[in-house]
């Protein structure tokens, strides 16, 4: 729905002229500007990805992706389909792990530490690198079981389950809405507020990182700028990374933008992400060093 | 194809260029007016009606063939008597009419198989569903399949010369004679596994992959994922099997006839020789017991039982999935 409301946009845009969408874009970045406090040119960074590739057996989807991601930060991945965003966001958590001949090499890590370590447990990785997806996925159980799911199954110690529950639907913006019903089935709620107890269903077990892989692009835009004014306020406790096809979101919420292209293989056609350019969002939307990225966020391509 | 459609068109519809003023009052439908002879299409849904048709009939034909004769027979012998008589002598001098005997064999039978079919039949199903790699499970399923084409009398002779004297006897040191329900159960077991396997497989397949995704990322393991989000939405399909495979138990006549005996008796020990049910139809229905006779009748009231039994499983699981599932 949303990814409709964002070409449609920008072809109103090109046809208004690239000048237009450019200084769009820029305004939009102002929105944040007051929050987004005097970044360090060089984030401080909770992760990094060093020499990072990703493998679907012997097609390689992303090629020597080298950033960091900052502490209390909104990173956003931004560039067209299929470059690859999706699957370096999830070789951040080892979701990759679940395909079969998908593989990583290169450095991804956490802390300095590195998540494809030989001894290291994907789980622990999970628990601490939550995730939320593009389409909401709630279990099919109470919106009570969802929230309490992770702190569950992971065995965390909890004192009050009902707290927790509360406090997590209130920082996820839903409580107000479900505390009537909290035994009532997920299913029974709309797009937006399904994917704002995913969200509380990933704080809940109190990660360190929120993965987000276009958390809107299911969603109306009334539900698309509650998620967004959500990310606003989590960022003050976690650090967020967030692959979006809407790049006046990343514009709006984002920290600082990763701008990814595709590069296709002459010889077999096959698509090869690769990141073109990473910088604070605002350098990117308003004097992007690459003039790939230029042309992308002016609408001249993809 | 479509050049025919067109030379329809143009020679033999009125176009809507072509309508003559008021042409609309005398007929009504005009150029949209149902075309003649879609004999196909007529033809199709009846043959489809009477393939749906068919199976309906032949299940109410089933039930009326075996109430009729029932009803002949609860005419000599009481409701209450059949149901709660102890002793099965139907063919004795002194006959007696007590089916209890022969529930007794087809519980013994039916549970000792699902006590083996159930936790095998899941475990596969959990191991070719959630943590097989696909290219095993291409070969395993079919594999499994298999399992269940074997003809039941192939079974039969396995647990009356393998089962009972080898495994039983020899390796497990349990005493049992010729003919036990526990060796028939056992094997028995073995024949309704891939039933429950296989559809338990299917109905956690058919979990969408989002859910799965959406435990691992909270950090649950493969174990708790697949007993907290995929068996608790997949719990309709399970059920199903096994419903399905206890109904096939409760009905399976060849292992049972062939290694739990013919001794129609209360069954109070899994090494005991017992008839069930379905043993006692097979030994009788022989074609010398003619029609009106109270033999005759008594095949058709052990089989309506049967019947009825089969039905009220289905009926319960249907009730307890609705309760418990988790639709997604």
Redesign the interface.
């Known amino acids: 729905m949303n990814s409709h409301y964002y070409s449609t946009r920008t072809h109103d845009v090109a046809e208004a002229g690239n000048e237009t969408a450019a200084n769009e874009l820029a305004s939009l970045v102002e929105v944040r500007q007051d929050d987004r406090r005097s970044l360090p040119s060089d984030p401080k960074p909770i992760m990094e990805c060093e020499g990072v590739d990703v493998f679907y057996d012997d097609f390689r989807a992303v090629t020597d992706v080298s950033l960091g991601f900052g502490y209390n930060e909104i990173t956003a991945l931004i560039g067209p389909s299929g470059c690859g965003k999706s699957t370096l966001l999830r070789s951040l958590n080892r979701m990759n792990d679940l395909i079969l001949g998908a593989r990583v090499e290169g450095a991804v890590t956490f802390h300095g530490q590195s998540i494809y370590a030989k001894d290291v447990d994907p789980i622990e990785v999970r628990r601490r690198i939550g995730m939320v997806f593009q389409k909401p996925n709630p279990f099919p159980k109470s919106i009570y079981d969802n929230v309490a799911y992770g702190p569950r199954v992971t065995g965390a110690k909890v004192s009050d389950m009902d707290d927790l529950v509360e406090e997590a639907l209130t920082r996820s913006a839903l409580w107000d809405e479900v505390k009537d019903k909290l035994k009532q089935s997920a299913l029974g709620l709309s797009g937006g507020q399904q994917q704002r107890l995913c969200i509380a269903r990933t704080i809940a077990i109190r990660p360190e990182v929120i993965l987000m892989d276009e958390p809107c692009s299911a969603l109306d835009p009334i539900a698309t700028s509650r998620i967004e004014d959500l990310m606003v306020e989590l960022v003050k406790d976690y650090s967020i990374i967030i692959v979006t096809h809407n790049m006046q979101q990343a514009a709006r919420v984002a920290d600082r933008t990763a701008f990814f292209t595709a590069l296709a293989d002459e010889g077999t056609g096959d698509r090869t992400g690769l990141l073109v350019e990473y910088d604070l969002t605002a350098k990117i939307f308003s004097t992007p060093a690459d003039e790939r990225t230029e042309n992308y966020i002016s609408g001249r391509f993809g | 194809m479509s050049s025919t459609i067109a030379s329809e068109g143009s020679s033999t519809r009125t176009t809507p260029q072509g309508v003559e003023p008021g042409s609309y009052e005398k007929d009504p439908a005009g150029f949209l007016r149902k075309r003649r002879g879609r004999y196909g299409e007529r033809a199709a849904m009846a043959v489809l009606i009477g393939a749906a048709g068919l199976s309906v009939l032949v299940t109410v034909g089933i039930f009326f063939a075996l109430l009729l004769p029932a009803l002949e027979f609860f005419r000599e012998i009481g409701v209450v008597e059949f149901l709660t008589g102890q002793r099965w002598a139907p063919s004795f001098s002194d006959s007696s009419f007590g089916i209890l005997p022969l529930v007794t064999g087809t519980l013994w039978t039916t549970l000792i198989g699902l006590l083996i079919a159930v936790p095998f039949g899941l475990g596969a199903a959990i191991y070719l569903a959630e943590y097989a ?2 290219r095993l499970r291409r070969v395993l399923k079919p594999v499994l399949e298999v399992l269940a084409g074997i003809p039941s009398v192939v079974y039969g002779y396995f647990a009356l010369f393998f089962v009972a004297p080898t495994i039983l006897n020899d390796l497990l040191s349990v005493d049992v004679g010729t003919f036990s329900v526990l060796a028939a159960g056992l094997v028995l077991g073995i024949m309704i596994i891939p039933t429950v396997a296989s559809l338990s497989e299917d109905a956690m397949s058919a979990v ?1 992959r ?12 493969r174990m ?2 697949t007993l ?2 995929v068996f ?2 997949a719990v309709s399909g399970i059920t199903a099997s096994i419903v399905l495979a206890g109904s096939r138990a409760v009905g399976e006549t060849m292992i049972v006839a062939l290694a739990a005996g013919t001794r129609a008796q209360m069954v109070s020990n899994p090494t005991d020789a017992g008839q069930t049910m379905t043993g006692y139809i097979a030994q009788t229905a022989t074609g010398e017991s003619s029609p009106g006779t109270l033999t005759y009748n008594t095949l058709f009231a052990v089989g309506l039982l049967l019947f009825v039994v089969t039905l009220l499983l289905n009926v319960v699981a249907g009730s307890i999935v609705r309760k418990i599932r ?3």
């Open positions: 790699p696909e969408p989002s859910l799965r995704e959406a435990s691992l990322a909270l950090g649950a393991n708790r994922t907290r989000v608790p939405a988790e639709a997604y």
